[in-house]
């Protein structure tokens, strides 16, 4: 690849190679603030490589290869590369890490504690873990909670937080300006811009915690709670994990003292304030 970088974000380090220098330096810009780790042993590849010769040129068409690859993926156009990018990192991850068990998931941390956030796209999660990231909690990740396997620790994946249509404006309203990634329109999930999470995020990504609450978000509805019982609570879990089955009797160890350890709820929550002010009151009662 002509274009490239390399990025360490939590546990694992990318290499992000590109034919157009476009996706690149987008990635430089908002990854500023990450370890610079240039010429580093990457545990994963990304490939951003035209979908034939004269796609490089004319009406650009990016397809996401790498490590790990999906042969029936549908092109992306150049001007999503850096949403082109940030797939293929959830891609390598999803189907290669095996170092811990990974869950579709938000979380946050409070004095050494983390809140985790599982739900269907669109259920809120990204922009409730962005907007207590701005508030008082550190992010710990948006795309992944990766749950150690012996220790029962939370890790952080602080990447990118990927924001959807509304959610855009919310967001862009509490956080400076440098911090916000292009817009990029019409993408097949809408309009998606990227939050840089707060630096304090980066600087202790080295730093897990061990999960206190776990939530199931819905936004959309009038204030309502209710616990989840811990049946339900591990076959969401085992639905929301890329490699549970990859990882075999570990995945199930660990995922069963986390159901037995970790008290959940389901919030409905008709706005970010009101999710806000019930996340403190459950964290001050449960957690």
Do not use: C
Request: aromatic residues 6%.
């Amino acid at each position: 690849m002509r274009h490239s970088l390399t990025l360490r974000i939590g546990p694992a380090t990318f290499r992000i190679g590109s034919a157009w220098a476009q996706p690149i330096d987008q990635l430089k810009r908002l990854y500023a603030d990450y370890p610079d780790v240039d010429g580093a042993i990457a545990d994963f590849t990304v490939r951003l490589q035209p979908t034939s010769a004269v796609r490089r040129w004319v009406r650009p068409s990016i397809f996401i290869t790498g490590d790990h690859g999906l042969a029936d993926a549908a092109p992306m156009s150049l001007a999503h590369g850096l949403l082109a990018a940030e797939m293929g990192m959830n891609l390598q991850m999803a189907l290669g890490w095996r170092r811990h068990l990974l869950l579709h998931a938000s979380s946050v941390e409070k004095d050494g504690r983390v809140l985790v956030m599982t739900g269907e796209s669109g259920s809120g999660k990204s922009t409730l873990a962005a907007q207590l990231g701005e508030r008082g909690w550190r992010l710990m990740g948006d795309e992944f909670a990766l749950l150690d396997l012996d220790s029962g620790t939370i890790l952080p994946f602080p990447r990118l937080v990927s924001l959807k249509n509304k959610a855009i404006e919310v967001i862009a309203g509490e956080v400076p300006a440098a911090r916000m990634g292009p817009l990029l329109g019409a993408t097949a999930k809408g309009d998606i811009r990227h939050m840089v999470p707060r630096a304090d995020a980066v600087a202790r990504m080295g730093e897990g915690g061990m999960p206190a609450l776990l939530l199931f978000p819905r936004f959309g509805s009038g204030p309502a709670e209710r616990p989840v019982g811990q049946g339900e609570v591990f076959m969401r879990l085992t639905q929301a994990s890329t490699n549970y089955v990859a990882l075999g009797e570990p995945a199930f160890a660990a995922l069963t003292r986390f159901v037995a350890q970790v008290p959940a709820r389901a919030i409905d929550f008709p706005s970010g304030e009101a999710a806000i002010a019930m996340v403190d009151r459950l964290w001050s009662e449960i957690a």
